[in-house]
């Protein structure tokens, strides 16, 4: 890893982490991840702006060794999570003088989280500023995006806000900053599904506040830096907005090819009246493409065969994935086949209760799909159509 410069006396100092493949052991992270990390030199204080995930804590001591810095004064935690402060614990023993500033959730998560002794670390109110000597520090406490400790740094005479996860992007990539937007793009908005979803209305909260504010480098948590935030504003504006595509998903799972059989039936269905489809065979869908769509769709039909009297296991994980996002959809639906008899449909509604949309009447039949079933999935398609005219979906 390598000191890169980002402004003068300002560094990057965080690891990339090219391998990695999967994050909280459930998201998949195509494209691997960074784990940032920012030095400011000021004329009388030196502050570091979070650490990195305790895989590279060498890593991430050599680059400490390679900057300029002779002492580190500060240490500020804009978010408690092991990505981000796992290194902390080398960090302070290696410097014993640096304080950590945090805010006083964070204060309370890295205690019990790292251990990190009280005596070491000063909590921080919301405006609140720090002066390094000629640059100066301010902090926002933004819970929510996505944990309750989250805090945002906005160093003033250089107009860098430094954005935690907010406008992150698993992204390893030697660019400092966005080289490729179409691909940033991307996995902004994979990573935005991923974490940022179930907190949309807070989004839309930080996004106001920061319009205040003269920004000219966003410095996120993961992935590269942008000197063109208008462009990750607009994005975030219109994922955090409750706009919607027309737009279906269907994810689904058959066994023995009758869900199937209808799975493509109400696909080809839905296409021929004007509407976006995709369906997925949770199978062997990658979970963060599912959420991905599921950000924008305005309808969501999960598709199963009954199994032991409910939904299959893997339609009941993406219910439950689809209940705790809290998506945009706006209407939810349910087909599949059964055998002889279960409670199949009344579970999946119960799994997606959280859900804020309408359920229209499920296709659920025995066996495999015949005529009359396939004239019922016309109607569900009918049916789409005319929810989603209502609404103005277009
Ligand atoms: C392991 C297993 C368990 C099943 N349990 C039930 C059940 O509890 N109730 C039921 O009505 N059908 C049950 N079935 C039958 C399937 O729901 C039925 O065959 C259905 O048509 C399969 O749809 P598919 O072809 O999309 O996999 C079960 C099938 C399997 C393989």
């Known amino acids: 890893m390598t000191v890169r410069t980002i402004k003068e006396n300002i560094y990057s100092v965080g690891v990339t982490d090219w391998d990695r493949q999967i994050f909280d052991e459930m998201l998949p992270l195509p494209d691997g991840t960074s784990y940032n990390s920012y030095l400011i030199t000021g004329s009388e204080k030196t502050a570091l702006i979070d650490a990195v995930d305790s895989d590279f804590e ?58 990190i002794p009280d005596f070491r670390m000063q909590t921080v109110s919301d405006m609140e500023e720090l002066s390094l000597g000629d640059k100066t520090l301010r902090f926002r406490i933004t819970p929510w995006v996505h944990w309750p400790d989250t805090m945002m740094t906005y160093l003033k005479e ?42 949309r ?127 945009k959809a706006k209407f939810v639906s349910i087909i599949g086949s059964y055998g002889w008899g279960g409670k199949t449909v009344t579970d999946l509604q119960a799994m997606t209760a959280k859900l804020d949309a309408e359920v229209i009447e499920p296709v659920y039949i025995k066996g495999t799909p015949a005529e009359d079933n396939f004239l019922a999935l016309d109607s569900l398609a009918d049916e789409i159509l005319k929810k989603h005219k209502e609404k103005n979906i277009a």
């Open 158 to 199: 250089d107009k860098i806000l430094f954005s935690c996860d907010f406008f992150g992007a698993h992204y390893a990539t030697s660019s400092l900053f966005i080289d490729d937007y179409h691909l940033h793009y991307i996995l902004s908005k994979r990573y935005f599904a991923e974490i940022m979803m179930p907190f």
């Open 58 to 115: 060498e890593e991430f001591i050599t680059n400490l060794a390679k900057s300029d810095a002779t002492a580190i004064d500060y240490i500020i935690v804009n978010h408690a999570e092991q990505d981000h402060s796992g290194a902390l614990g080398i960090f302070i023993e290696l410097f014993p003088q640096a304080k950590i500033i945090t805010s006083e959730k964070g204060k309370e998560l890295l205690k019990s989280m790292l251990g």
């Open 201 to 327: 209305k807070k989004v839309s909260e930080y996004l106001d506040m920061l319009k205040e504010y003269d920004i000219d480098i966003v410095a996120p948590s993961h992935g590269p830096l942008c000197n063109s935030p208008e462009i990750l504003f607009d994005q975030y504006r219109e994922w955090s907005s409750d706009d919607v595509k027309n737009r279906v998903i269907i994810p689904y799972v058959s066994m023995h090819g009758s869900t199937k059989k209808m799975v493509l039936y109400l696909t080809d269905a839905l296409i021929r009246r004007g509407i976006e489809v995709r369906p997925y065979d949770l199978g062997r869908a990658d979970s963060g493409a599912i959420a991905m769509d599921l950000l924008d769709a305005a309808t969501i039909v999960i598709a199963t065969p009954t199994v032991l009297f409910g939904p299959h296991p893997k339609a009941a994980n993406i219910a439950f994935i689809a209940n705790i996002l809290k998506p």
